[in-house]
Structures are given as C-alpha cells and as structure tokens.
C-alpha cells in the first residue's frame, strides 16, 4: 500500500468517526480497527501496531471524558500523537556543523539507493554553501564508482575512489584523509550494498567504520521493502552505530510500513526521504508536517518549513516568512519580493535568468533577457536605501524621497523611477492573476468543481518546483484551506 493511501485510510476512518452522532466505546472501537487494518496492510510491525493500537485507547479514556469535552477532537488528536511518535524517536541525529569536518558514512541493503542518495545528500548541503566531497569505498559492484563520479560530476561535488585499489578500506582512509587536507567540511563516504547474510560484507563494513570514525552513519533503506526492513535495520544498526535513517524510493510504490518499522529498528531519526531518482527529488523529514500531510492535515507552517529547505537560513527568501507568503496568496506583491526574484534569478545562472525573465510582465521578448537580468545590480537602488518601502504594499515615493534614494544608492533618479515602474507591472500582474482565484466563498461554500479550478489555476502560477514543496495540488488545497482563503 502506497504512503498516500495509508493516510488516507486513516483519515478516513477518523472522518467517520466524526460524522457519527455519538462518539462512544463502538465508534472508536471501529475507528481504532480500520486504523490497525490500515497500518497492517501498509506493512507496519504487528508489535508496533498492537502498541499504537493500545496507546491511543489509553489516551483517549471515554469513560472518563467529562461531558462537554469534544472527543472527537480528542481522539482525533490521540491518532495524530500515535502516529507522530512511531516515526520520532525524540533523540536529535547527529548534525554537522559548517565550517567544522563531519564525516558521514552510508551504509545499507544492496539497491537502496545509497549512491544516488549520497550525492542528493551533498548537493543539498552544497545548495546551502557547504564544502561537501564524496568518497566511494564501494568495490563490490562494479560501476559503482562511475555512478559516483558522473553524479558527483554532474553536482560539481569533489569525489574520490580507485579502479584498481580493492581494498575499500584503503580507499575510504585516503579519501578522507585528501578531503580533510582540502578542507571540506562534509565528507561522505559510500559503502557497498550488502544483505544481513553476508557477514564477510558485514565485516567490512565494521573496518570502514573503524577506520574513517564517522560521526554520523546513515542507514539508507529502500521505502518498498516492507516490513524486512525491521530485520535488516537492526543488522546493520548491531554492526555500526546507525544515528539516522533514509527512507528512498517513496515516490514509487513504498510500503508506508518499511520506514516506521526501520525508524523503530534503528531508534534512530528519519532525516531525509527520495522521492525520485533526480538530484532535487529529496525532503527533508520532519515527523509533524509530514504525518499531517499524511492525513490530509497540510498547513502553512509545513509550506514554509519546507520551502526554507532550499536555501541556506541566513539567505532564505523573506516571501516565504508566514505574514509574507500570506501576503503573496492574496495577491499583494511587495518590493522585497520583487527584489528577492531578482537576486534568485542571478544566483540561477543564464538559463534561471531567461527562464524568469519569459515570465516579466509585459517583458516577454528574449531579446531583453540579458539587460533585464543584470537589473539588480546596475538600475536598482540597494535594497538597504528602500527599507522603509520594501514591505508596502503599494509603496509612493515623494519626490524628495526618491531622490533621497537615488542619491543614497548612488543611482540616478530616473534609474530609481524606472524600477518603481517595472514594480508597478509586476504586481499589477500577480494581482490580477490572484485575483478571480481567491473569492470569498459564498454561504455554503464554493461547489467543489469551482473550488477545483481555483486551485487548478492558481497551481499554475506557482513555478513547479515550489508546487512540489507544497505537496502539489493536494498540498495547496489544504493550505488555502488553512488559511481560509477558499
Ligand atoms: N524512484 C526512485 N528511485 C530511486 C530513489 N533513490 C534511488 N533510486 C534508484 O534506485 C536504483 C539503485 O540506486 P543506487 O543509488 O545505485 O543504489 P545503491 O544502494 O548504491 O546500490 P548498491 O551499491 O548496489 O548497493 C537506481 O536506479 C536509482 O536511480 C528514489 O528516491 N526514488
């Protein structure tokens, strides 16, 4: 059973749950039962299950609820904090730090997704100004350094490995040791896939550990394997000190189970998952945000959690703040925003820049691409001249204002007039196609159809990539809903 369908089984028992006219012992009874079945079928540990099961029947406790309390919101919570803590072992993993050398091993089942996740893994430090290299210690499969190297390359991540040293403890000793000397500050170190038969493999996995002493070791578990992963992860968590989990591969069929079942293996803190073979498709895992998605539970904290994954804290857009990115959903456009486009589209290289600047309003002509790509730099006035007018929404300068402006930024006035202008078309362009999206609804709502195409076109005005932080289309419905603003 996929993820998605897991929650929304669940939901759906909590749902009838709460439609009933009397929450009593036979209605949670029932919505305790397709809950379990749900979970069984997702490939969850029976042990795991029973205890939930239990838990969530001591926490809620009919018989002792005073009337007057909402059940249902009590159950319904109860279910929430069940499922949370499957997945939260309430013990932080290990986080490097930057600037300070971290090493990390990978280590797990043959197939998992080691490799690719190693370099997922680096490239999304890399993203947030890190110094991160890879190292394949993996000589068992062949090809398996050139799967490396070509990720790596593609990445422009630094990488060490050999074709000829069989040794992979050799290898991972020398790596690390060039890695140190080049002042990375994250040095991953690959392993080759092994099954928990294979003590000889298992061994060698020991040696490396021994040898490279990492202060983190990812185990890396493929999403569809189900319930094997409980076995498997406490293999591998006997022969390394396993301080974390990825789950992979659960953009495909993954059993939801495998990766509760690995977390209560392990006891160690799922921090990542795949979600697709390419580079990007790769999450940082939190429990909350994620269970509520799960159930269909999305909120605007999650939207912002996840889209301050993308870039380094102290760089992270302003429009993804709460009071902004509510801003942006109702259609206002600030000069920060605008300002923030632009300073990503430089940061995106030429193809970012043509790409953004096909969306200009009113700008749609290549031709203009490169002059209008540089305007951050050369026509408009430090973002430090403007703090006052940055966050209005429909910020006027006086005269002497912008002059003072002009002077301050050392621009001339007409350079500062001409930003305010192109200002002006962007938000008059968001707005009006914000606008129309978000109608108040009239009593008794909008038909769903019509509240289907709202989200339909508003989804389009979102570029994909943060439509996919959002969790697509059901993501967005449910943050709107959140927010009221369908
Ligand atoms: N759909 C999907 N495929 C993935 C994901 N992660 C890895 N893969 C694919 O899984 C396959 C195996 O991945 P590898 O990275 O080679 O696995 P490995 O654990 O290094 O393999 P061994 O070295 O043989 O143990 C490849 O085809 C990857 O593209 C993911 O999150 N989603």
């Not at 977390?263 to 697709?276: D, E, M, Q, R, Y």
Request: hydrophobic share 35%; with cysteine.
């Amino acid at each position: 059973m996929v993820l998605g369908e897991l929650g929304g089984r669940i939901a759906r028992a909590i749902q009838q749950m709460s439609n009933a006219t009397i929450v009593d012992e036979n209605v949670l009874n029932e919505c305790l039962r397709e809950i379990t079945r749900a979970l069984l079928q997702a490939d969850v540990r029976f042990e795991l299950v029973r205890d939930t099961q239990t838990n969530i029947k001591n926490a809620v406790n009919l018989d002792r609820l005073a009337t007057g309390y909402n059940k249902r919101n009590i159950i319904q919570q109860a279910i929430f904090n069940e499922l949370c803590k499957m997945l939260d072992t309430e013990k932080p993993s290990f986080t490097p730090k930057k600037g300070k050398t971290s090493v990390v091993m990978f280590v797990g089942l043959q197939g998992s997704g080691k490799t690719t996740t190693c370099t997922k893994y680096a490239h999304y430090y890399q993203k947030k100004g890190w110094k991160p290299a890879l190292v394949c210690s993996d000589t068992f499969r062949a090809g398996a350094f050139d799967q490396l190297k070509q990720n790596a390359t593609k990445a422009k991540i630094p990488f060490y490995g050999s074709y000829v040293e069989s040794d992979p403890v050799q290898i991972a000793i020398e790596g690390v040791a060039r890695f140190k000397e080049e002042n990375c500050d994250l040095i991953i170190v690959d392993t080759s896939g092994r099954h928990k038969q294979e003590a000889a493999l298992f061994e060698e996995m020991r040696q490396v550990s021994e040898a490279t002493n990492p202060d983190l070791a990812i185990f890396v578990m493929d999403g569809s394997i189900g319930q094997a992963a409980y076995d498997q992860a406490q293999a591998f968590k006997q022969s390394v000190a396993v301080g974390a989990v990825i789950v992979t591969k659960m953009d495909g069929h993954a059993k939801g189970g495998g990766a509760l079942s690995a977390v209560a293996a392990t006891k160690s803190p799922l921090i990542f998952i795949g979600t697709g073979e390419h580079m990007h498709e790769f999450e940082v895992f939190n429990v909350k945000p994620f269970v509520k998605r799960l159930l269909g539970m999305g909120d605007l904290s999650d939207l912002i959690d996840r889209i301050q994954d993308v870039g380094p804290m102290d760089q992270q857009p302003y429009h993804t703040q709460p009071e902004h990115m509510q801003k942006l959903l109702e259609g206002n456009f600030t000069l920060r925003i605008m300002y923030e486009q632009y300073q990503s589209m430089l940061k995106m290289g030429p193809m970012g820049q043509c790409r953004v600047d096909a969306k200009r309003p009113g700008k749609g002509k290549p031709s203009k691409c490169r002059v209008d790509a540089k305007r951050p730099e050369k026509g408009n006035p430090s973002k430090d001249e403007m703090l006052h007018e940055l966050d209005d929404i429909d910020p006027k300068l006086t005269e002497s204002r912008t002059m003072r402006i002009a002077r301050g930024s050392g621009r001339q006035v007409a350079e500062v007039i001409e930003m305010l202008d192109e200002y002006k078309r962007w938000a008059n362009s968001w707005r009006s196609k914000m606008k129309g999206f978000l109608k108040i609804p009239k009593k008794g709502g909008m038909s769903s159809l019509s509240s289907y195409m709202n989200i339909q076109n508003i989804s389009k005005v979102f570029p994909p990539q943060m439509m996919k932080q959002i969790g697509g289309m059901i993501g967005l419905q449910n943050l709107m809903k959140q927010n009221r603003l369908q």
